[in-house]
């Protein structure tokens, strides 16, 4: 067909309520990490947001550049939902069979969706509630704005005030935007009341606990032993209890946890992925750490990285780092740096590599020179992150010190004239 005969269908796709609508450009590192957590939670049956992970992989398939792949999960997100939850699915679909220069196909979809949108009409300006949920539920996945989320649950309560999955969701994203609401801690209660299966209320909970001193070590270990009795159950809550564990019991515990998660299901790679994140906790504590346990961490590590060789650059960076640590491996460290800085990167990976990369060489290579070059690559990425912050830090305190480059000082100090504070 022509321009002017496919600038309708454009049109119509573009009115429509679906994640390629819904502005979640992300880097591909992001898009390829989303998609092995998801991708990881699918195993879990009982996962209530079953439907909309598949709608979610398909999409993010989609903008990987894998068309043909995205077909099978949004075929199995049309098999999952049901009645006015397919809005998304049908959406979606209109879109892939678009970027898939199937116009015919995609018509089919946007029909589909018209009939849907009759059947289960709304108000004007107004979504059905069962888009807003899943709105919400993609924005706590991929942009972790956890703010917009709440705020979009708590519109499709106001229609649909039953469902318990979106009360328990709604109270999950409160929390995780650090909500300063005073009953926060009633409303996890009363949420985790009506959704007792949804352990994620439970941990949250306690976390909010520990951080205000009160004790819930016996709490935790109670339900660390009921997540250890549902194997199938445990990569959707397995993260969060480790990181209440790291908070609220021991480093160690943590450790020790995720290694009888991991004996339960030793062919779980997101196991793995979790022993080995508890692993670099352990190291970066200031307390000695055994030759022995880094050995193991750096073995687990690369097997990690073989595992999720799309969404493997952080735990390479975690894997230079360890070397370093590790008797004779300096140069192991050196040459994994080196290979990483020969990759064409994207802007937020390539700020962390740099920050990384300049701690490095002030801490294990004793080159503060060149260290703060890499700082100053770092901090001049314009993207909002804690390795900038990090970045700037150390360039602030170039002023406190008496041997240094002019040239150098003069490039920071310009910098810094220039970089608002943050």
Request: net charge neutral; proline share 5%.
């Amino acid at each position: 067909k022509t321009a002017a005969e496919q600038s309708p269908l454009s049109a119509d796709l573009a009115e429509l309520q679906c994640h390629f609508t819904w502005e979640l450009e992300r880097s591909r590192e992001l898009l390829f990490s989303t998609r092995d957590r998801l991708e990881d939670l699918l195993p879990d049956e009982s996962n209530p947001w079953r439907g909309h992970i598949y709608n979610l992989l398909g999409f993010l398939q989609t903008q990987l550049g894998h068309s043909d792949e995205a077909l099978s999960p949004f075929s199995s997100a049309s098999e999952a939902l049901r009645g006015p939850a397919l809005l998304v699915n049908y959406s979606d679909l209109a879109w892939l069979h678009h970027k898939r220069g199937e116009p015919d196909r995609s018509q089919d979809y946007l029909q589909r969706v018209k009939e849907l949108s009759r059947e289960y009409p709304t108000g004007r300006d107004q979504l059905l509630p069962e888009v807003y949920a899943e709105k919400a539920w993609t924005q706590m996945e991929v942009c972790r704005n956890n703010g917009l989320a709440a705020r979009l649950f708590q519109k499709a309560l106001e229609e649909e005030e039953e469902q318990v999955e979106w009360h328990s969701a709604h109270v999950l994203a409160l929390c995780y935007a650090q909500n300063k609401s005073s009953d926060l801690l009633e409303q996890l209660t009363h949420a985790s009341e009506r959704d007792p299966e949804n352990l994620l209320l439970r941990v949250a909970y306690m976390e909010l606990c520990a951080r205000s001193g009160q004790e819930v070590v016996p709490e935790a270990e109670a339900l660390a032993a009921k997540v250890l009795q549902r194997p199938d159950r445990m990569h959707r809550h397995m993260k969060p209890l480790l990181q209440l564990y790291r908070r609220a019991v021991s480093v160690q515990a943590a450790v020790d946890l995720a290694t009888k998660a991991l004996d339960k299901r030793p062919d779980s790679r997101f196991l793995k992925a979790c022993l080995a994140m508890c692993y670099m906790w352990r190291i970066h504590q200031r307390a000695p750490v055994s030759q022995e346990l880094i050995k193991n961490a750096a073995a687990l590590l690369r097997e990690v990285i073989s595992l999720y060789p799309d969404s493997c650059f952080r735990t390479e960076i975690d894997l230079a780092n360890v070397y370093a640590q590790y008797n004779h491996s300096l140069a192991d460290a050196k040459l994994l740096y080196s290979e990483l800085l020969r990759r064409d990167l994207e802007p937020w990976p390539k700020q962390k590599l740099y920050n990384s990369y300049a701690k490095f060489l002030h801490f294990q290579m004793k080159d503060w020179h060149t260290s703060m070059q890499y700082h100053l690559r770092a901090a001049e990425i314009p993207v909002k992150s804690c390795s900038r912050s990090n970045s700037i830090e150390a360039l602030q305190k170039i002023k406190t010190r008496r041997v240094c480059d002019p040239r150098l000082r003069a490039q920071v100090n310009d910098f810094l004239l220039r970089t608002p504070k943050i």
